[in-house]
C-alpha cells in the first residue's frame, strides 16, 4: 500500500515538474516585463530597464530560469522553500500562504453542500424515477450546468444582497412576498408527493397555508430583527431528527435504536439554557465552540452503548449523525440571537449582506459571534454561487449510478432473500453507487478551484485567484507559477485521495492486496 | 442426425430463431435508429431548432466578421446599425437608453446600438464553441483511439502526456493563453483553447477502444486480412462514434461557459473584439439602472449552452438507452385498468 | 424415499405480462403446476419460452413493468398480490432463490459471510455470533473449502464453483421449504456442475425441500428432476414425470427438443478416408505466455502442446475453462503469438511471422466465434462482414463480390436478401451461421471453431451442427472444434484432444477416448457429462456411490 502510494507521488511529482515547465515557458516566452519600460518617457529609463532586468534575471534564458525557480521551490524539502519575489519585492510565500486560507474558506462551505446536497437529491430522484420530482430536477440541473457563474453571481448580489438590506430596512414582508413564497413552498412540498391528483393538491394547500400563516406570523412579531427558535424549535428539530435518521439507517421500529436518538435529542434540549449560556462567557473561542457537540457525540455514543447491545455499529452512526445535527440547530439558535446585536453594530448599520469582501472592514464590535457571524454572511452569497456549478453535477452523477446499480443482479438477490426496500437502497445499492462518486469528487475539485477565480473577482476576495489574475496582469512570473504550483497539487493531491478512496471502498480494486 | 428429421427441426426452430419481436428495427441500419431514437426524445429536438434558429439569427444579422484586428475579414448582416456607429440615446425613465422599436435591446450609455453589440457577442462565442470543439474533438479522438488500440508504451506514454494537461485547470491556461494570444483574434484563442480541451475526450475515447477491441468482430476482420488502419477507421471508430459525438456536445457547452468566464475576468476576448462575457463584465454596476444591458447576454449564454446541454443528453439516450424505459405510475395504472379482461 | 408428501408450491393460473411501448406482451400465459416436498420440477425451455420470468415473478421479483395474475400459493399462502410485508416473510426464509450467475448475483462490495448472515439475522432473531456460526455451518455444508477463511472473502476471490456454492449456503440459510434454481449450473464447468448437481440433490435429500429447477440443459434435468414442465413461447407444452418425458414424449415440440439435445456416446460413427498427405495444421511443442503486464505476472497458458490435423478431419478441443483450448485457437490463427514452438498452416510456419506473410497465411484459414453479440460489427450490414475477407484479399469486388457473398449466404441456409441486413435483426443462430459464411467466404482449407454453440439454444444448436457437418461433408475443410461440451464433440469429431491447465492429456480416435479413456481427467471429464436419459443417470450416480 505505502509503496503504491510512494509510485504515485512519485509519478505526481514528475508530471508537476513537466507542466510546470511549460508553463513557465509559455509565461515567459510569451509576454515582455520590460514592455511598459520599453514605451515609457521617464528620464532614467534604462537605469529602470537594467534593474528589472536585474531583479527578474531577465538576462537568462527561461528554461534555466525555471531550474532557479525549481531550486527555491524543492527548498521545501530541506524546510526553506523560497518561492522567489513578486515584482514588487514582495515574497511568493507568504502572499500565498496568506492567501490559501482565504481561499479554502470560499471553497469548503460550497463543496460539502454541493456534496452532500446533490448526492441527496440524486438520489431521491433516482428512486422516484420518472416522477414530477425526477423531471423537475432533471431540468433544473440541465439549467444550472447552463449558468455563468458570473452572471448568476450578479444577479445574487442584487436580490439576496441589496434587496435583502432594503428590506430589512422595515422588516416587514410584504404580501406579494408572501405569497410567492407560499405557492413556491407548496409546489416543493407536493413535488414529494406522489400519488393522486387530490392527495398531491391536499399537500399543495396545507404546504402554502402552512407557509403563509408562517411567514404572517414572522411578520407580527418582527421575527426578522430578532429571530430565534428557542428552546421550543431546538426541541423540535432534534427529535425530527432523531426519527428522521433512526428511520433511514436503523429502521424505524427498531426501538432501541430509536430510544438512544431520542436521549440525544433530549440531551440537547436539556443543555440548551447551559450551552447558550456557555457561549456568551466572556472568555469565547474555538474549544468552548465545538465543546458542547463534542459533549453531545460523548453522550450519543454512552446512548447507543446502553441501549443497543447487537448491531452496534449501526446504532451509533445513527446517535451521533443525531448529535451533530443537534449541536448544529443550538448553534443556528445562538447565531439567531447574535443576530440582532450584529445588524445594529457600528459598521453593519441595517445592511447584513454584504456583496464584497471577505471580512467587514468597518466593523467595530469584535467578539468570537460577531466575527463569526461576519465571516459566515460574508461568505454566504459566494458559497451560494459557487454550490450551484457543482450541485447540478452531482446530482446527475449520483442519480445515473444509482440507476445502474438497481439495475444489477444483486439488488434482486437483495430482494429474493426476504429485505425490506429501505436496506436494499441504504445497505446494498448506495454502497455501490457512491464508489463512481469519488472520481467526479476530484475531477469537481479542480473545477471548483477554477471557479474560484471567477468568484473571488465577482465577490472582491483576496484569495488565490485575485493573486493568479494580478500575477498574469502584471506579468509577475514568480507570483505565477508559485499560484500555479500549489493549485495543481492541490488538484493532483484530489485526484490520490480519490484513487485511494476508491479502492477503499471498492474490495475488487484493493491497492498492494 | 438422420435428413427425415431435419423438416420438422427447420419449421420449429425457424419460428424460434423469428420469435424475436423487432418491430420497430425492421431494415433500419443502425444510424437509422439512433436518428429515430433522438427524434423522440422532445426537449432535444426542441433544442436542436432553437440552437439552429439562434445560431442563424445572429449570424445573419451580425455577419461574419473573421481575421485579426489589423486584417479584418468581413460579411455583413442584415441588422441596419453596427455595433461602432454612435446614436444619440433616449432618456427614459430614470435612465437612458431604454430598449425600443429603434434599439430592441436598448442602447449602451454611450449610444450604440446594444442589439448589435449583443449579437456580435453571440457571433464570437459560438464561434469560439464550434472551434474549441472541433479541435479538442479531433485531437481527443485521435490521441484516444492511438492510445486505446495500440497499448503499451504509446498508451502509457500519451496517457501520462495527458495527466500533465489535465493537471493544469483549464481557466488557468486559459487565462495565460488568453492575455497573451486575445488579440489575436478570436479564432487564434479559441484554437488555442482547443488545445487544452481534449482531455476528457481522450480518455472516454480510449477506454472505449480497449473494450472494443477486444470484440471479436475486431479479430474477425484481423484475420480476414484488415490492416491496422482500417480496424481502426472501419471498425472501431463507428462503434465509438456514440461516445464521442455527446462528449464533443457536452465540451461545446463548457467552451461557451469557459470562454464568457475568461472574457469576464479580462484574459480571453480582448477589446475591440466583443464577447459576451465581456459585455457582462462591462455592465454589472449598471444592472439597476439600465437592466437590459446586463440581462440580455447573460440571456443568450443561457439558451445556448442550455440546448447544447439537452442536445447532448438527447444524443446520449439516442446512442445508448440503457434502461428499457420503465413505465411511469400513470401509465401502469392506466394500462392494469384498460385491459382487464 | 420422500418423508413429507406436503404440496409446497401450487401455481394456478398464473400468468405474466410485460408492458413494452404500450402495450403488454405475454411472458407466461396460464400456468398451472404444483411442487411437493422432496420433489425436483424442472422447467425446461428454450430463451424466450418464458421460463425464468414466471419463475420470478413467482415472488414479486420482476421488474415494474410486470404484471401477474392468477394464483401463487405457497404453503397455502397466496403470493400474489399480497401486501409487501407478507411478501419479505417468505422471501428468502420460506423460498429461497439460486441465481445463475453468481459473480454478479453476491453484491461485490460485502464478503459472503456478512450475505449469508444478513439472510439468517434478517429472519430469525440471533447475535451476529450465533449467525456467523450457523453461516458456517452452512458453508461447511456446501463443501467450500475452508469455511473459516471463506466466509470472510469477498466473491471476487472464491472461484466459480465456489461461488455458487456460496449462494446455496446463502439460499439455505433459513432451511427454506422451496428452493428456486434458476439455470444454477450453467454457468459453471461440466465437473463442477456435477459436484454441484450432486450437491444439490444430496441437499434436497437432506433437507426435504422442495426444488423448482429452471434449466435449459436437458442431461441436468434427467440428473435431478422427478416432474418436468416444458415451456414454449410462455405456454405449456408438456407436463409430465421424467420417465415419460424423456422415454415417451407426446407433443411434438418436446419430441424435437428431445431429439435435438446431443447425447454423448450416442453419435453416428465418423470415418475418415485416410489419405497420405502433409497435416492441415500442425502445432509443435508450442509454448504461449501471456507476457507480464504491470504487476500480473507471466502465465503460461499452453505448454508443450502437439498436435496435427489431416485435410478434411475434424479435431475436437475439449477442456474446461482455463485449459487453454482457446489460446490455442486463437494461436493456430495468428491472433495471439508464441513464446516458442512452431505452428504451420499448410505447411507454412506462423510462429514469427511478418504481417504480410501472416495475411496470405491466414487466406487458407477461417475462424468462427463464440459469442454471436459481438463477432459480427453491428455497424455493416452482413454482406459486407462476409465479404471482407474476399474483398481484403482482392477475389473480387463490386457486383462480382455481391454475387459470390450471396452463394455464401445460400450455402448456410439464409435468405440472399439478407445481404443488407444488419446483426441486430438477426437471432442468434442466424447470426453464427453468417460466422460460418464469413470464415468459409475464401473457401480456407481449415476452419477453426471456438465454441461456436454454446451460446446457443439447444434446437438451434443441433441445425448449426447439422449445416457445418453438412458444409464439411461438400468443401472437405480441416476443422479445430473447440468446445467444453464434449457430447457436441462426440457428433462431429473424427478425433478428439483433452486439455487441462495448458496441457494435452490425452488426444486419440473418437470411439476410442470416448469408450476407453486412459487418463484421469478424461475419464473424470466423461464421467460428469450428464447424459439426457434419466435411467441412465441413476445407473451412474450408483456407479458413483459404490
Given at each position: 500500500m505505502?509503496?503504491?502510494i510512494?509510485?504515485?507521488l512519485?509519478i505526481?511529482?514528475?508530471i508537476?515538474?513537466?507542466s ?11 509576454g515582455?516585463?520590460?514592455?511598459e ?9 534604462e537605469?529602470?530597464?537594467q534593474?528589472l ?6 538576462n537568462?534564458p527561461?528554461?534555466i ?6 531550486q ?6 530541506t524546510?526553506?522553500a523560497?518561492?522567489?519575489k ?12 496568506a492567501a490559501i486560507?482565504i481561499t479554502i474558506r470560499l471553497?469548503l462551505g460550497?463543496?460539502?453542500l454541493a456534496?452532500?446536497l446533490?448526492i441527496?437529491?440524486?438520489?431521491i430522484?433516482a428512486?422516484?424515477q420518472y416522477s414530477?420530482?425526477?423531471y423537475t430536477?432533471?431540468f433544473?440541473s440541465?439549467?444550472?450546468f447552463?449558468?455563468p457563474?458570473?452572471w448568476?453571481a450578479v444577479?445574487?448580489?442584487q ?6 438590506n432594503n428590506?430589512?430596512g422595515?422588516?416587514?414582508i410584504t ?5 410567492g413564497a407560499s ?5 416543493i412540498?407536493a413535488?414529494f ?6 392527495r398531491v ?9 402552512g407557509?403563509a ?12 430583527l430578532k429571530?430565534?427558535i428557542g428552546?421550543?424549535g431546538?426541541g423540535l428539530?432534534?427529535?425530527?431528527i432523531?426519527?428522521?435518521m433512526?428511520?433511514i ?15 440525544v435529542a433530549?440531551?440537547a434540549?436539556v443543555?440548551y ?5 456557555l457561549w ?12 458542547p457537540t463534542l459533549g453531545?457525540i ?6 447507543a ?11 451509533i ?6 448529535a451533530v445535527?443537534?449541536g448544529?440547530?443550538?448553534?443556528i439558535e ?7 446585536v ?10 447584513p449582506?454584504p456583496t464584497?469582501g471577505e471580512?467587514?472592514?468597518?466593523l467595530s ?6 466575527d463569526l ?5 460574508h461568505?454566504m452569497l ?7 456549478i457543482?450541485?447540478a ?15 444489477m443482479d444483486?439488488i434482486r438477490t437483495?430482494?429474493?432473500k426476504g429485505?425490506?426496500?429501505?436496506v436494499?437502497i441504504v445497505r446494498?445499492a ?9 472520481t467526479l469528487m ?8 477554477g471557479g474560484?477565480?471567477i468568484?473571488e473577482?465577482?465577490?472582491?476576495w483576496?484569495?488565490?485567484g485575485?493573486?493568479?489574475r494580478a500575477?498574469i496582469?502584471?506579468?509577475?512570473l514568480n ?5 500555479f504550483?500549489i493549485?495543481s497539487?492541490m488538484a493532483v493531491?484530489?485526484n490520490?485521495?480519490?484513487d485511494?478512496?476508491y ?6 480494486i484493493r491497492v498492494g492486496? | 442426425m438422420?435428413t427425415k428429421k ?9 419460428a424460434?430463431?423469428n420469435?424475436?419481436?423487432?418491430h420497430e428495427t425492421?431494415?433500419?441500419?443502425q444510424?437509422q435508429?439512433i436518428?429515430?431514437r433522438?427524434?423522440r426524445?422532445?426537449?432535444a429536438v ?6 439552429v ?10 455577419g461574419i466578421?473573421l481575421?485579426t484586428a489589423k486584417h479584418?475579414?468581413t460579411i455583413p448582416?442584415?441588422?441596419p446599425?453596427?455595433?461602432t456607429?454612435?446614436q444619440d440615446?433616449v432618456f ?6 431604454c430598449?425600443?422599436?429603434?434599439h ?5 450609455p454611450i449610444?450604440?446600438?446594444?442589439f448589435a453589440l449583443?449579437?456580435r457577442?453571440a457571433e464570437q462565442?459560438?464561434?469560439v464553441m464550434l ?5 479538442g474533438g479531433l ?6 483511439a492511438v492510445s486505446?488500440y495500440?497499448?503499451g ?6 496517457m501520462?502526456?495527458t495527466d500533465f494537461i ?5 481557466i ?9 494570444f ?7 484563442l479559441?484554437?488555442y483553447l482547443g488545445f487544452f480541451?481534449?482531455?476528457g475526450l481522450?480518455?472516454?475515447v ?8 477486444e470484440?471479436?468482430f475486431?479479430?474477425?476482420a484481423?484475420?480476414a ?6 480496424i481502426?477507421f472501419k471498425?472501431?471508430?463507428p462503434?465509438?462514434?456514440g461516445?464521442?459525438i455527446?462528449?464533443?456536445?457536452l465540451?461545446l457547452?463548457?467552451?461557451i ?5 475568461l472574457?469576464y ?5 480582448q477589446?475591440p473584439?466583443?464577447?459576451l462575457g ?6 454589472q454596476?449598471?444592472f439597476t439602472?439600465?437592466p437590459w444591458l446586463?440581462?440580455w ?6 439558451s445556448?449552452a ?8 438527447g444524443?446520449r439516450?439516442a446512442?445508448d ?6 413505465i411511469?405510475?400513470k ?6 385498468f384498460?385491459k382487464?379482461k | ?5 406436503d404440496v409446497?408450491l401450487?401455481?394456478?393460473?398464473y400468468?405474466?405480462?410485460?408492458w413494452v411501448?404500450g402495450?403488454?406482451?405475454p ?9 411437493k ?7 425446461v ?5 418464458g421460463?425464468s420470468?414466471?419463475s420470478?415473478g413467482?415472488?414479486?421479483?420482476l421488474?415494474?413493468n ?10 397455502g ?5 399480497t401486501n409487501?410485508a ?6 428468502g426464509k420460506?423460498?429461497?432463490?439460486i441465481?445463475q450467475?453468481?459473480?454478479?448475483a453476491?453484491?461485490?462490495v460485502?464478503t ?20 456467523r456460526?450457523?453461516?458456517?455451518e452452512l458453508l ?6 475452508n469455511p ?11 472461484s466459480?464453483g465456489?461461488?455458487?456454492?456460496a449462494?446455496?449456503?446463502q439460499?439455505?440459510?433459513c432451511?427454506?421449504?422451496?428452493l428456486?434454481?434458476d439455470?444454477p449450473?450453467t454457468?459453471l464447468d461440466v465437473?463442477?456442475?456435477a459436484?454441484?448437481i450432486?450437491l444439490?440433490r444430496?441437499l434436497?435429500d437432506?433437507l426435504?425441500s422442495?426444488v423448482?429447477l ?11 428432476a ?5 415451456m414454449k413461447d ?8 421424467a ?5 415417451r414424449?407426446?407433443h411434438?415440440?418436446t419430441?424435437?427438443l428431445l431429439?435435438?439435445?446431443?447425447k454423448l456416446?450416442?453419435a453416428?460413427?465418423r470415418t475418415l478416408e485416410a489419405?497420405?498427405t502433409?497435416p492441415v495444421?500442425?502445432?509443435?511443442n508450442l ?7 504491470g504487476?500480473?505476472?507471466a502465465?503460461t ?6 498436435l496435427?490435423?489431416?485435410?478434411g478431419e475434424?479435431?475436437?478441443?475439449v477442456g474446461e ?7 490455442v485457437?486463437?494461436a ?5 503469438p508464441v513464446?516458442?514452438?512452431s ?6 510456419e506462423?510462429?514469427g511471422a511478418?504481417?504480410k ?9 477461417g475462424?468462427?466465434f ?5 463477432s459480427l460489427n453491428?455497424?455493416l450490414?452482413?454482406g459486407?462482414s462476409i ?6 484479399a482482392?477475389v473480387a469486388?463490386?457486383?462480382?463480390l ?5 452463394d455464401l449466404l445460400?450455402s ?5 436478401s439478407?445481404?443488407?441486413?444488419y446483426p441486430h435483426e438477426?437471432?442468434?443462430?442466424q447470426?453464427?451461421r453468417?460466422?460460418?459464411a464469413r ?6 482449407d481449415l476452419?477453426?471453431?471456438?465454441e461456436p ?5 439447444v434446437s438451434?444448436?443441433a441445425?448449426?451442427l ?17 468446445s467444453?461440451?464434449l457430447a457436441v464433440?462426440?457428433?462431429?469429431s473424427h478425433?478428439?484432444?483433452v486439455?487441462q491447465?495448458g496441457?494435452l492429456v490425452?488426444?486419440?480416435?473418437r470411439?476410442?477416448?470416448?469408450r476407453n479413456?486412459?487418463h ?5 471429464l ?6 439426457p436419459d434419466?435411467a441412465l443417470?441413476?445407473?451412474k450416480?450408483e456407479a458413483?456411490?459404490?
Open positions: 505505502l509503496a503504491y510512494g509510485r504515485r512519485g505526481v511529482l514528475l508537476l515538474f513537466g510546470s515547465f511549460i508553463v513557465y515557458n509559455l509565461e515567459a516566452y510569451s515582455d516585463p520590460l514592455a519600460l520599453r514605451v515609457s518617457s521617464a528620464k532614467n529609463k537605469f529602470l530597464m534593474q532586468t536585474k531583479q527578474l534575471e531577465l537568462v527561461p528554461p530560469r525555471y531550474f532557479h525557480w525549481l527555491g521551490v524543492l527548498g521545501i524539502f524546510g526553506h523560497d518561492l522567489g513578486t515584482r514588487d519585492g514582495l515574497y511568493v510565500a507568504n502572499e500565498i500562504a486560507p471553497v460550497a463543496t460539502v456534496i452532500l446533490g441527496t437529491v440524486g438520489v430522484t428512486i422516484r414530477r420530482l425526477d430536477m432533471t433544473v440541465f439549467l444550472m447552463s449558468l457563474i458570473f448568476v444577479l445574487l448580489k436580490y439576496m444582497a441589496i434587496e435583502f428590506f430589512l422595515n422588516g416587514n404580501g406579494p412576498w408572501i405569497l405557492i413556491i413552498a407548496g409546489i412540498l413535488g408527493i406522489s400519488g393522486s391528483r387530490k393538491l391536499i399537500v399543495f394547500a396545507i404546504g402554502a397555508a407557509t400563516v408562517l411567514l404572517t406570523l414572522a411578520n407580527v412579531t418582527h421575527w426578522i429571530p430565534g428552546i421550543v431546538v428539530l432534534s427529535i425530527g432523531a426519527i428522521g433512526t428511520s439507517i436503523a429502521g424505524i421500529d427498531n426501538r432501541k435504536v430509536l430510544f438512544a436518538s431520542l436521549t433530549l440531551a434540549i443543555l439554557f447551559p450551552v447558550m449560556a456568551s462567557a466572556k472568555g469565547m473561542n474555538v474549544l468552548l465552540f465545538v465543546a453531545l460523548v453522550i450519543a455514543v454512552i446512548a452503548l446502553v441501549f443497543v447491545k447487537v448491531d452496534r455499529g449501526a446504532a452512526r445513527t446517535t451521533v449523525l443525531t445535527f443537534a448544529f440547530f443550538l448553534l445562538k447565531l439567531y440571537k447574535v443576530w440582532g450584529y445588524i445594529q453594530a457600528d459598521g453593519i448599520n441595517l445592511r449582506i464584497i471580512i467587514s472592514v468597518r464590535v469584535h467578539n468570537f459571534w460577531i457571524m461576519d465571516a459566515l454572511v461568505v459566494p458559497t451560494i454561487a459557487l454550490t450551484l457543482s450541485f453535477g452531482y446530482v446527475r452523477y449520483s442519480r445515473a449510478s444509482l440507476l445502474e446499480v438497481m439495475n444483486y437483495a430482494r429474493a429485505l425490506s426496500e429501505r436494499v446494498h448506495l454502497r455501490n453507487a457512491m464508489i463512481p462518486l469519488t476530484a475531477f469537481d475539485f479542480a473545477g471548483v478551484i474560484a477565480i468568484t473577482s465577482v465577490f472582491n483576496h484569495g488565490m485575485t493573486l493568479f500575477a496582469s502584471n506579468q509577475d507570483l505565477l507559477m508559485g499560484v504550483a493549485t497539487f493531491m484530489a490520490l485521495v480519490a485511494l478512496l479502492s477503499a471502498l471498492d474490495p475488487r492486496k | 438422420a431435419k423438416s420438422a427441426v427447420e419449421a420449429t426452430t425457424e424460434n430463431e420469435a424475436i419481436a423487432l425492421e431494415g433500419l441500419s444510424g435508429i436518428r429515430r433522438f427524434f426524445h422532445k426537449p426542441i433544442s436542436l431548432i432553437a440552437l434558429f439562434i445560431t442563424l439569427f445572429v449570424y445573419s444579422a451580425s466578421h481575421g479584418p475579414i448582416g442584415w441588422w446599425h453596427s455595433m456607429e454612435i440615446s427614459c425613465k430614470g435612465s437612458i437608453g430598449p425600443g422599436i429603434a430592441p435591446f436598448g442602447q449602451d449610444g450604440h446600438d446594444y449583443v449579437m457577442g462565442s459560438i464561434m472551434v474549441v470543439g472541433f479541435i485531437l481527443g479522438t485521435v490521441i484516444g486505446g495500440f497499448r508504451w504509446v498508451d502509457a506514454v500519451l501520462r502526456f489535465i493537471t493544469i485547470p483549464s488557468i491556461i486559459g487565462a495565460v493563453i488568453g492575455f497573451k486575445g488579440n489575436l483574434g478570436v479564432v487564434a479559441a484554437v480541451s481534449w482531455t481522450a480518455r472516454l480510449r477506454g472505449e477502444f480497449l473494450t472494443l477491441r470484440r471479436e475486431v479479430d474477425a484481423r484475420v486480412g484488415a490492416s491496422n488502419v482500417r481502426i471498425h472501431i471508430l462503434n465509438a462514434m461516445v464521442i455527446v462528449s464533443v456536445t465540451m457547452a463548457g467552451a461557459l469557459l470562454e464568457t468566464a472574457s475576468i479580462g484574459f480571453g476576448v477589446s473584439d466583443v464577447s465581456t459585455l457582462i463584465s462591462n455592465y454596476d449598471s439602472i439600465s446586463f440581462y447576454p447573460g440571456v443568450l449564454i443561457i445556448i442550455l440546448c447544447v446541454n439537452f442536445i447532448g443528453d444524443l439516450d446512442f438507452p440503457r434502461q428499457r424505459r420503465r411511469s405510475r401509465d401502469l395504472l392506466r394500462a392494469t384498460a382487464r | 424415499m420422500t418423508i413429507s408428501q409446497i401450487k401455481v394456478e393460473n400468468n405474466v405480462e410485460f411501448e402495450e403488454f406482451y411472458a407466461a400465459i396460464d400456468m398451472n403446476y404444483e411442487v416436498a422432496g420433489q425436483v420440477l424442472a422447467i425451455g428454450e430463451s424466450g419460452s421460463k420470468s414466471s420470478m413467482l415472488m414479486g421479483l421488474a415494474s410486470a404484471r401477474t395474475s392468477g394464483s401463487v400459493k405457497v404453503k399462502t397466496e403470493m400474489l398480490g409487501s407478507t411478501l419479505r416473510k417468505f422471501r420460506e423460498v429461497a432463490y441465481f450467475e453468481p459473480m454478479t453476491l453484491n461485490p460485502y459472503v459471510g456478512f450475505q449469508i448472515i444478513e439472510t439468517i439475522r434478517t429472519h430469525f432473531n440471533v447475535g451476529p455470533t450465533e449467525a456460526k450457523r453461516a458456517i461447511t455444508l456446501v463443501e467450500i473449502p473459516e477463511k471463506s466466509i470472510d472473502k469477498y466473491p471476487h476471490q472464491l466459480g465456489q461461488r455458487q456454492r449462494m446455496i449456503a439460499a439455505l440459510a432451511d427454506p421449504a422451496l428456486v434454481a439455470e449450473t454457468a465437473t463442477v456442475q459436484e454441484i450432486q444439490m444430496d434436497k437432506k426435504n422442495a423448482l429452471i434449466t435449459h440443459d436437458m442431461g441436468v434435468v434427467a440428473d435431478l422427478d416432474d418436468i414442465l416444458v410462455g405456454k405449456t407444452v408438456e407436463k409430465g414425470t420417465d415419460q418425458i424423456f422415454n414424449p407426446q411434438p415440440y419430441q424435437q431429439a435435438a439435445v446431443p456416446g450416442f453416428a460413427a489419405t497420405a502433409a495444421l500442425k502445432l509443435e509454448v504461449i505466455e501471456y507476457p507480464k503486464r504487476r500480473i505476472p502465465f497458458a499452453v505448454k508443450d502442446f502437439n496435427e490435423i489431416m485435410p475434424i479435431v475436437g478441443l475453462s482455463g485449459s487453454g483450448k482457446t489460446t485457437g486463437r493456430a490463427i495468428g491472433l495471439l513464446k516458442s514452438g505452428i504451420q498452416v499448410v505447411g507454412q506462423i510462429a511478418s504481417q506473410q501472416l495475411r496470405s497465411i491466414r487466406r487458407n484459414t475462424i468462427v463464440q459469442d454471436p453479440a459481438s453491428p455497424r450490414p452482413i459486407e465479404g471482407e475477407p474476399i474483398l481484403l482482392g469486388k463490386g457486383a462480382e455481391d454475387r459470390m457473398v450471396e445460400a448456410v441456409e439464409l435468405p440472399r439478407y445481404r443488407n441486413r438477426l437471432s442468434g443462430g447470426r453464427q453468417v460466422g460460418i470464415a468459409l467466404a475464401l473457401a480456407p476452419l477453426i471453431a471456438d454453440t454454446s451460446a446457443l439454444d438451434v444448436q441445425r448449426f447439422e449445416l457445418l457437418l453438412d458444409l464439411q461433408d461438400k468443401l472437405k475443410f480441416a476443422c479445430l472444434f473447440i467444453h461440451d464433440v462426440d457428433i462431429l478425433r478428439i484432444a486439455m491447465n496441457v490425452e488426444q486419440g480416435p470411439d476410442q477416448i470416448l479413456p486412459q484421469a481427467y478424461t475419464q473424470r466423461i464421467e460428469a457429462v450428464p447424459v434419466p443417470q441413476k445407473a450416480r458413483r456411490r459404490s
